[in-house]
């Protein structure tokens, strides 16, 4: 099921998102699902919005406008490589980020005819859709989420039982995860978020 609009806006019904910080990058997120999966990929130990404008400079560097994920997994994998290792890097561990690129677009391929959208166009309910985005190469189980959180409250995609499918990440007003960064405040606040998490431990053992 997909709702009719997300709540951040849209330009011709397509989502306008705020998470690259950067114009054409979050254009291309915008209208292209495969560029917005492709984004969230490397979006662990690395910085959000690079991880997220990294679809941008994939495309241009392939000279297309739009990714297409038959393209991608038939492409000779050391060329892919050699695109992502820039300069600049598309990820700090470029080599292997090139194969798990590949390796989901594969995948969409063989399961979904290589339209990205396909994964959650005819989703019956959230988990559903989480269950097929973690079959995603590269998409553990709290990535997932994530992405679900991410859909549901930016992309408009909103089956029954989303937010539930999400946890904490699909809760309305929270600064959690990508899926709430809707311009530079926002990204300042879920990165306080982050480093807030990283420190509690080193908190907790301290007061013991």
């Keep these: 099921m997909i709702a009719p609009g997300p709540p951040y806006g849209t330009i011709s019904g397509v989502p306008t998102l705020r998470i690259a910080q950067d114009d054409a990058a979050d254009e291309l997120l915008s209208r292209d699902p495969l560029a917005l ?13 690079r ?30 490589t050699r ?27 063989e399961r979904y005819g290589g339209r990205t959208e396909a994964l959650w166009a005819d989703a019956p309910d959230g988990a559903t859709l989480l269950k097929r985005i973690g079959e995603l190469p590269g998409f553990g ?32 007003g929270s600064r959690r995860s990508v899926a709430d960064i809707t311009g530079p405040e926002s990204l300042a606040d879920v990165r306080r978020f982050k480093q807030e998490q990283k420190e509690a431990p080193k908190a907790a053992r301290a007061g013991t």
């Design 83 to 109: 695109v992502f290792q820039g300069p600049p890097a598309l990820h700090r561990y470029p080599g292997s980020m090139a194969r798990r690129t590949q390796d989901l677009c594969r995948l969409l391929v």
């Design 141 to 172: 189980a709290q990535k997932s989420k994530i992405f679900v959180a991410l859909l549901g409250k930016q992309y408009g995609v909103t089956p029954p039982g989303w937010r539930e499918a999400a946890g904490a990440y699909g809760e309305d």
């Design 51 to 80: 991880a997220f404008a990294a679809p941008r400079l994939l495309a241009d560097r392939l000279g297309v406008d739009t990714l297409d994920a038959a393209a991608l997994a038939g492409v000779d994998p050391e060329q892919l």
């Design 37 to 49: 999966v492709i984004g969230m990929l490397p979006d662990q130990q690395f910085p959000m919005e």
